[in-house]
């Protein structure tokens, strides 16, 4: 460019190149029932996601009706590399949408494919956009609205009862090991574009029996990113529930991702295993290089904690419901203090100080008798617990029992658990976070 050329000018090409990609951008559609081909018009729709990754272009967007998606080859991975939305609970003919009701669009895999891949169900991954051939000054937002993630049938269970989740990978019978990266990821990065900032929302999804060390549900943001998580119901996983990350790591709050986290419900969020002492069994958990705002969320039956806080920028917890979490409900892990909701105002470092209005009010989660009956009889080992330690377990593990509805048990505890991550059924998971509790708290329905 020319030394001479005016300021204004270059920014009226940035515009322009701006509004062109927003012009190129297009509608992509996919229907299990009637897809076929790769064309992905609402005429003639793709039957998979991943069969029309390759096309998708920044900007786009991807309609996908009501059925059951394996990925490509049944891979049960869809990746894509540039920043596109993905809507799903529409009706096949794209007229209606009711997601979580009568048109889920259920995004799973298949444990036995031979095209088993070990990575996350939906992974937005713009690590990389910085550099693709399309990218630079293109900045569209990214929606990701209306998703099913249910990773149990891609889940290697102990037998047919699928109350005991299976880690590795048989050899010998060439079975192929559970997948531990979750459900639902996106991954912003820096790009060309110096004075674009990535607007990222997840709304309206259910994620499933997803088995991760760490987010089921993960979003990490970028220096300037608006990052919204909102109405989600995230349910029966391993690992951290919802976690809110950042791929940049600058010094300057100023510049952090700025995430917006309300109305979700996070139930039962289990350790790794049995076994595992760390990096697991959060139901929310937030990054040291963000500033987030946590209001009006469900966040209970956790085996560690209700949120984890790295980090020493302050984060607003506001209104939430936060029950039945074995650790603590609140852990700043710069510090390393554990506290109790009631003492979180007085007591928590890096709390902003309009936190308030949290409380701990016992809910009743409504789940089958015989999945609430599995999910307690669990056994949560402490490799260093004392006789006190394990003594204390057991009454949380009542605790808990009563929460369920269940009868309490006197038995001593195991040295190994029958049951980890027993299989939730869709259905059930939406019943459990279609309504909001005390009319207050978590997700609720999606509207059309």
């Not at 020319?2 to 009226?12: D, G, K, L």
């Not at 272009?57 to 991807?62: M, S, Y």
């Not at 603590?328 to 390393?336: F, K, L, N, P, R």
């Not at 369920?404 to 038995?411: F, K, M, N, S």
């Amino acid at each position: 460019m020319n030394s001479a050329t005016p300021r204004s000018a270059v920014w009226m090409s940035v515009a322009a190149l701006l509004v062109a990609g927003s012009a190129l951008a297009k509608d992509y559609y996919v229907s299990a029932q009637r897809g076929r081909g790769r064309t992905g018009s609402k005429e003639k729709p793709a039957s998979d996601l991943g069969n029309i990754i390759s096309k998708l272009a920044p900007g786009d967007t991807v309609h996908i009706a009501a059925g059951t998606y394996l990925g490509r080859g049944k891979s049960g991975a869809d990746a894509i590399l540039v920043p596109v939305s993905i809507i799903g609970g529409y009706s096949d003919d794209f007229s209606r949408r009711d997601p979580w009701g009568e048109f889920k669009t259920v995004l799973t895999g298949d444990v036995t494919t031979k095209n088993y891949k070990v990575s996350p169900r939906l992974h937005i991954d713009l690590a990389k956009y910085l550099y693709h051939k399309s990218g630079g000054t293109a900045m569209p937002k990214i929606v990701v609205d209306g998703l099913i993630l249910d990773q149990g049938p891609q889940n290697r269970y102990k037998d047919a009862g699928k109350a005991l989740l299976v880690r590795k990978a048989n050899p010998k019978t060439g079975e192929n090991p559970t997948p531990d990266r979750g459900a639902l990821v996106i991954t912003a990065s820096r790009t060309k574009n110096r004075a674009g900032k990535w607007d990222i929302a997840v709304r309206n999804c259910v994620v499933v029996n997803s088995a991760p060390t760490q987010g089921a549900l993960t979003v990490s943001g970028y220096q300037g990113s608006t990052v919204t998580i909102e109405n989600n119901l995230v349910i029966n996983n391993t690992g951290t529930g919802i976690y809110a990350g950042s791929m940049w790591q600058g010094r300057d709050e100023a510049g952090a991702p700025r995430f917006t986290i309300r109305n979700n419900t996070v139930l039962f969020t289990e350790k790794y295993d049995a076994f595992a002492q760390s990096f697991s069994g959060n139901s929310l958990k937030v990054g040291g290089a963000v500033v987030a705002a946590v209001s009006n969320n469900v966040l209970a039956f956790a085996d560690r904690n209700g949120v984890q806080k790295e980090g020493k920028w302050k984060l607003l917890l506001k209104d939430n419901l936060i029950v039945g979490n074995v650790q603590a409900d609140y852990w700043e892990v710069s510090g390393d203090q554990k506290i109790e909701l009631e003492a979180i105002e007085d007591e928590a470092e890096y709390l902003d100080e309009e936190s308030t209005g949290n409380v701990a009010t016992k809910i009743r989660v409504p789940v089958p008798e015989a999945w609430a009956k599995l999910y307690a009889s669990r056994v949560l080992i402490d490799r260093n617990a004392a006789a006190a330690d394990i003594k204390a377990q057991r009454t949380k593990a009542n605790a808990l029992r009563s929460i369920l509805g269940l009868p309490l048990r006197a038995d001593d505890l195991k040295a190994d658990s029958p049951v980890w991550l027993p299989l939730m059924k869709v259905e059930d998971a939406i019943r459990a976070g279609a309504d909001k509790y005390g009319g207050k708290y978590g997700s609720s329905m999606p509207k059309g």
